[in-house]
């Protein structure tokens, strides 16, 4: 603790902290993580030669001056510091989780929030062992709230997560398939996904919660809540319109309004949703809570809308598990678009229930009567019943588009990260 209590004092006359010597590292301490190929430590002098204040590392063979801060484990030390930082800030710690939605829902929850207060938000997806206590150490002392994505793809990754940020507000946006490689099952995913709300629990903490979703209500028991949903919610909401834009009208304490989003997809109606609830949760008035919605544009490959000189495109290829694809199949089908494309890639990390999840896609498509429709990898290529064309390779697909052009259509693409979907573009 001592060690921790000293590092704290370098902290606190830093500008930061940072894992990368690539970054900007005037005035911050760079912490030497290694990996399963490489030794951080070795890149500690680079990090002081560039501007770092202090380096940490855990061989004391490159301690060759006080620059240099000796521990035992460069990550733990991080994780640890994040910890007594974040016991020393006032900010409400907002821990976010779920098997789909998340960062689109933190990006959502930033925009109202930070209307009215000081927020900060975990960047990008880094939600991981590495990315919560970097993100907590970018509480500023005006920091009244602080929004932590929680991700994880084994059991007990959850709960490390919220003894390192201590949250004292939760939300679990949904438990779906997803990871199920590395949770065993899907009765693993909603052990892991529940460590948020056992936390909780035990720590008098409080949940936005999703009270259509009969799973969630019933691992909510005995938690203080703020609700949403279609029905019998503190913030009660229907669908109004799905295209081109989701369209929704919303009430709460007998005001109803609408909103009018700039995003693709029923899918992203939960999503909204617990923003909105979040905006209520924190006093926010109803206009500014639409207004921020209203101005939210998808990036990142995540439900973007994006049209090229002959066709529409709803890229959502940043990842893929069977719950949001079938939500994403279905989402297009309710459109009833003029010329639909369909264009999936593989879903990763469902280990043993590989080729049984991606013949229930193969399923869901036959059962809409989709006839347009390319598909991506080497799950795909195993299915039954698979009457569309079926590439095993980006170079493949892309080769055949260009001498078989689609035009004048409208294009789902989605598939897992590691698919590149949005290489396709390029031919559409």
């Known amino acids: ?17 940072s894992t990368d010597t690539r970054e900007e590292l005037t005035n911050k301490i760079f912490f030497s993580l290694s990996g399963e190929n490489f030794d951080g430590n070795k890149f500690a002098k680079t990090a002081l030669a560039n501007g770092a204040s202090l380096a940490v590392v855990d061989n004391e063979d490159y ?17 640890a510091l994040a910890t007594h930082h974040r016991i020393n800030t006032k900010a409400t710690i907002f821990g976010i989780t779920g098997s789909n939605g998340k960062t689109t829902t933190k990006e959502l929850i930033y925009e109202v929030l930070s209307n009215e207060y000081s927020v900060i938000a ?34 007990g990754e959850i709960n490390q997560l919220c ?64 609700t949403y949903g279609c029905h019998k919610a503190d913030v009660e909401a229907k669908i109004i319109n799905s295209f081109p834009y989701l369209n929704i009208e919303w009430k709460n304490n007998g005001i109803v309004t609408r909103c009018n989003s700039r995003m693709y997809g029923d899918y992203n109606f939960f999503n909204i949703l617990a923003a909105i609830t979040a905006g209520i949760y924190f006093n926010i008035d109803h206009n500014i809570i639409n207004s921020a919605i209203e101005g939210y544009v998808s990036s990142n490959n995540r439900s973007q809308v994006v049209s090229t000189s002959t066709n529409k495109i709803i890229l959502d290829a940043y990842n893929a598990n069977p719950f949001s694809m079938e939500e994403a199949i279905e989402s297009f089908a309710k459109c009833k678009f003029k010329n639909p494309w369909i264009l999936l890639g593989d879903m990763f990390e469902l280990g043993k229930y590989a080729i049984e999840e991606h013949q229930l896609i193969i399923n869901k498509l036959n059962q809409h009567n989709f006839s347009n ?11 039954l019943n698979n009457p569309f064309k079926t590439f095993e390779t980006t170079k493949e697909v892309t080769e055949y588009l260009r001498s078989n052009r689609i035009e004048n259509s409208n294009i789902l693409i989605k598939g897992s990260r590691g698919m590149k979907m949005e290489d396709i573009i390029q031919v559409l």
């Open 1 to 17: 603790m001592k060690e921790i209590k000293n590092l704290y004092k370098h902290f606190l006359k830093s500008d930061g902290v």
């Open 63 to 79: 301690c060759i001056n006080n620059n240099y801060f000796l521990v035992d484990n460069v990550l733990e030390t991080l994780q």
């Open 122 to 155: 975990t960047r990008g997806n880094l939600n991981n062992h590495i990315g919560v206590p970097l993100t907590l150490l970018n509480i500023k002392q005006d920091t009244q709230i602080a929004i932590i994505e929680m991700g994880a793809n084994h059991i």
């Open 163 to 226: 003894e390192i940020a201590i949250p004292n507000l939760g939300l679990i946006t949904n438990i779906g398939k997803a990871h199920l490689e590395g949770f065993g099952s899907y009765e693993g995913v909603i052990i892991a996904k529940n460590e948020l709300y056992n936390y909780l629990k035990a720590e008098n903490g409080s949940i936005l919660l999703n009270n259509d979703d009969k799973l969630l209500v019933e691992l909510a028991r005995d938690l203080k809540k703020s």
């Open 373 to 383: 429709v390319i598909l991506l990898g080497k799950e795909f290529a195993k299915t």
